[in-house]
């Protein structure tokens, strides 16, 4: 298997959408283009609504993805946690439909002797440190959002600090929504580092409506737009493979 590219939009938030397209139709859109979609529900309390509960599972099912609610003092392990766990999730993924053209449509890696097990995992293991990434991360800024900000933009430090330890290539970028004028901001574009957002998010207001589905479809279009212009600069031959997920 060639090396290829990892896209995933990272999502989080701590309340249900309310404006715009449905957010698990925008997911299951970004699933259709290979892309991942993982949710992380930020929590104060115990109480989560139920209705935002099955928002945040609903989207990540629907995008392929990972969801996992927790405290905000749990952030930043979760992010990490879920990122690698989504990478890990995907990639297992191509080598079960790589299996199945060899071996036929019942094969899948569950099937295999527990030796072949454990060399097919050891391959899954090599290229989740080798493979390159590009996460497109999305921040509820809503006003419930407000104190737990903080917390948001050291998880994300810590993510970058995780992720540029492997030896694959990393990409990040960061919108809000919603934002200063309209759903969605930009605040970081693609970087191999995520430093930068220290000066940022301090001054970050919020509060308004939350539209999580304009957001996801502005993340798929801002993947689309990355693709694109990496192929007006690459030479026929040079450019990268992307690991499509399995519908």
Known sequence: MRKGTLRQILLITDGCSNQGEDPIAMAALAKEQGITVNVIGVLDQDIIDEQGLREIEGIAQSGGGISQVVYAKQLSQTVQMVTRKAMTQTLQGVINRELKQILGSHASIEHLSPEKRVEVMEVVEELGETVNLQVLILVDTSGSMKTKLQTVKEALL????????????????????????????????????????????????????TPTGPAIREAVQQFQKRRSLKGLFTHDGDDDVYIEQSM
């Open 158 to 209: 810590d993510l970058s600090i995780s992720l540029n330890a492997r030896l694959g290539n990393n990409e990040f970028s960061v919108f809000v929504f919603p934002g200063k004028k309209g759903e969605v901001d930009r605040i970081l574009d693609w970087t191999p580092k995520m430093e930068s957002i220290s000066s940022v998010f301090p001054k970050l207001t919020s509060g308004g409506i």
